[in-house]
Structures are given as structure tokens and as C-alpha cells.
Nanobody
Framework: EVQLQASGGGLVQAGGFLRLSCSVSGFTFDGYSIGWFRQAPGKEREGVSGIDGTDGTPVYADSVKGRFTISSDNAKNTVYLQMNGLKPEDTAVYYC????????????????????WGKGTLVTVSS
């Protein structure tokens, strides 16, 4: 059974940092891309960052470029999202998802690029 579980959310002040984890079971990263998404209240879900599970190539949305870093530990089947310089507008529920046979850009930009979703974790950034 495939499962993805996001964790690591919390309450942080503006300028602070958090590290989110996406633990995956049921498949190995080779041949998959993993993406991080977020959905703020009243807004559409947004692709934030993705990583190629085979070669580690990362991609970022312009809104987080330079502040967020995605990485993977294939031995632990876990993808991380290090979020630095957090802003109140980063407040959202963050989710991870996986797509088979697609690159990370497709995972975070195309609805059809995601095969599995995990439950989210709430990130709240206070001003």
C-alpha cells in the first residue's frame, strides 16, 4: 500500500524556519518525482517545490526560490523541505505528492502528474 505522510508543520514567527518531512512507503523513489504543495485558506493549491527521485534534480516555484530547499534521503524514503525566511504568506497546509515517470516540473504544475497524495501538515507564520 502506498502512503505519503507529511509532518513537521507548526507555528513560527516571520523570518523563522521549519523543516517538513514527507515519509513515503510502498514504493522507492527511483522513477518517481516528489512534490510539495500548499493550500492557504480561500486559495487554490499551489505547487511549491519538486524533486526527481532518481537524480535529485530540484525545482522551485518563484514564490519560494532562494528560501526553500528540497532534498531527499532515498535510504529513508523521505523527502524534506527546508523552509527558511518564512513569511506570513507562507501560511498554509502543506502536502506532498508523488508522480511516476514524470519530472518534478510536471508533478508540481500538472494535475495529471500526481499519482499519490499524502495528508497535509499545517504551517502558520505569524507576523
Amino acid at each position: 500500500e502506498v502512503q505519503l505522510q507529511a509532518s513537521g508543520g507548526g507555528l513560527v514567527q516571520a523570518g523563522g524556519f521549519l523543516r517538513l518531512s514527507c515519509s513515503v512507503s510502498g514504493f522507492t523513489f527511483d522513477g518517481y518525482s516528489i512534490g510539495w504543495f500548499r493550500q492557504a485558506p480561500g486559495k487554490e493549491r499551489e505547487g511549491v517545490s519538486g524533486i526527481d527521485g532518481t537524480d535529485g534534480t530540484p525545482v522551485y516555484a518563484d514564490s519560494v526560490k532562494g528560501r526553500f530547499t528540497i532534498s531527499s534521503d532515498n535510504a529513508k524514503n523521505t523527502v524534506y523541505l527546508q523552509m527558511n525566511g518564512l513569511k506570513p504568506e507562507d501560511t498554509a497546509v502543506y502536502y506532498c505528492a508523488a508522480g511516476s515517470g514524470v519530472n518534478p516540473i510536471v508533478v508540481i504544475t500538472s494535475t495529471g502528474g500526481r499519482d499519490y497524495w499524502g495528508k497535509g501538515t499545517l504551517v502558520t507564520v505569524s507576523s
